[in-house]
């Protein structure tokens, strides 16, 4: 049976890890980054509704330790970069969450509700760091941009061993977070092992960081 290291943090780690399982492949638990709530105390101040909420992952949904719907109108609209996000959602009883075509960054500009967002009030609900992709086009449309970082990702120092990499067939990769922090945690004398296994990335903006890191081309495989 093929064995497939899941570097994703939790909980979605061991709901990877199920999945796998069910299909019929062996997953080593592996997670290489951790999730950690802000403080409140850390977010900008909010003082009026909101017209439009983006949720980037469902850790921002999980990490949002606050009744954020408070903010919202009868009008405001609910947007979900793909649909873990919706699901996650849909855990907090919050229904009529739209979710893209394609589930990135772009997929969420090209919506309706953000083309045409001069006047109105945005809300991103989102991790520390990213790409500020949506910050920056949303501002330059002219919406009244707030960003709450409800989240920070937190690398996990535990250095992969010889017996893990050499059992893994393949390698899940489903952020450039998750790959820089595996690179982080392979010690040298290792990496040239790590360089021959196949990646299961996610999309492909991973596809081309793992070009950048030395990865080869013909050991990458997009798995969406």
């Avoid at 899941?6 to 999945?19: A, G, I, L």
């Avoid at 394609?102 to 001069?118: I, R, T």
């Avoid at 941009?145 to 250095?159: G, H, K, L, S, T």
Wanted: net charge neutral; proline share 5%.
């Amino acid at each position: 049976m093929k064995m497939i290291l899941v570097t994703r943090p939790e909980p979605q780690n061991s709901e990877t890890c199920k999945r796998l399982s069910d299909k019929g492949f062996v997953p080593i638990a592996w997670p290489v980054i951790a999730i950690c709530a802000v403080s409140t105390q850390d977010l900008p101040a909010l003082d009026q509704p909101v017209d439009v909420i983006i949720f980037t992952s469902a850790h921002a949904v999980f990490q949002a330790y606050f009744n954020w719907q408070r903010f919202c109108h009868d009008k405001t609209s609910v947007l979900a970069v793909g649909p873990q996000t919706a699901k996650a959602l849909a855990q907090k009883d919050v229904d009529n969450v739209l979710v893209p075509k394609v589930y990135h960054s772009e997929g969420l500009l090209a919506m309706p509700e953000l083309e045409a967002v001069a006047g109105k009030t945005v809300l991103l609900m989102t991790g520390v760091g990213g790409r500020g992709l949506l910050d920056e086009v949303l501002v330059s449309r002219g919406a009244h941009f707030i960003r709450f970082n409800v989240y920070r990702r937190i690398q996990i120092n535990e250095p992969i061993g010889a017996d893990v990499l050499s059992r893994a067939d393949a390698i899940q990769i489903t952020s450039c977070d998750c790959l820089d922090a595996l690179l982080a945690n392979t010690s040298e004398d290792l990496k040239p092992a790590l360089y021959q296994k196949t990646l299961l990335v996610k999309s492909e903006r991973i596809y081309q960081y793992c070009l950048t890191k030395s990865f080869k081309d013909d050991l990458i495989q997009l798995d969406v």
